[in-house]
């Protein structure tokens, strides 16, 4: 799966637009720290059941891509600051 968009979403009415898995209140950002945290996937999946394994993997891609994200930003702020 290359398109996390499929299982993540943000709006701004929802979840003070932070990223959540499409039709539910789950922020993206408990299920990574919970996997930070050492967390199985098993216990994600008891504690949000409407979860499968690809809004996981979903999860992971959004957050592989946010140091790139982040970079531009500071690469932006650090050129006008010039």
């Known amino acids: 799966m ?7 979403t943000s709006k701004p009415t929802v979840c003070h637009g932070k990223p959540v898995f499409k039709n539910t209140r789950i922020m993206v950002w408990q299920v990574l720290e919970m996997l ?4 199985s996937v098993n216990d994600i999946f008891r504690a949000y059941p409407r979860l499968t394994k ?3 993997t979903a999860a992971l ?5 946010l140091p790139e994200v982040r970079g531009s930003f500071i690469a932006q702020a650090h050129a006008i600051s010039r």
């Open 61 to 65: 891609q959004l957050a592989a891509q």
């Open 36 to 39: 930070a945290a050492g967390e």
């Open 54 to 56: 690809k809004h996981i």
């Open 2 to 8: 290359r398109n996390f968009a499929t299982y993540i």
